[in-house]
């Protein structure tokens, strides 16, 4: 099992950059694959961005792609999102996700339902 804990949400202007971080508890961290999934208010939860065990394997959403970088060091058990060029619809709670099933397809890394580990969510909201 593992815990998983976000922080670096905020409040800032278009345009700007936060760094996102989920820490993980436990010590098989590289067993886990990651993802980063968010809510905006009204909205139902969507995929934003995984990566593999390695770090070595990363997908986004196409509507962050260019903008968002997902990356992993299992050494300090934390993967980090960073967002660029951030934007008023990038408003959400960003929510960390963890699995260590098999990955049978790729498909697996965008559904909610191929994560067990959650986060409790750190807001980012974004200005015009």
């Known amino acids: 099992q593992v815990q998983l804990v976000e922080s670096g949400g905020g409040l800032v202007q278009a345009g700007d950059s936060l760094r996102l971080s989920c820490a993980a508890s436990?010590?098989?961290?590289?067993?886990?694959?990651m993802g980063w999934f968010r809510q905006a208010p009204g909205k139902e939860r969507e995929f934003v961005s995984a990566?593999?065990?390695?770090?070595?394997?990363?997908f986004y959403a196409d509507s962050v792609k260019g903008r968002f970088t997902i990356s992993r060091d299992n050494a300090k058990n934390t993967v980090y999102l960073q967002m660029n060029s951030l934007k008023p619809e990038d408003t959400a709670v960003y929510y960390c996700a963890a699995d260590a099933s098999v990955i049978y397809s790729s498909s697996m890394y965008y559904r909610e339902r191929s994560y067990d580990y959650w986060g409790q969510g750190t807001q980012v909201t974004v200005s015009s």
């Open positions: 436990g010590r098989t961290f590289s067993s886990y694959y």
């Open positions: 990566v593999s065990r390695t770090g070595g394997s990363t």
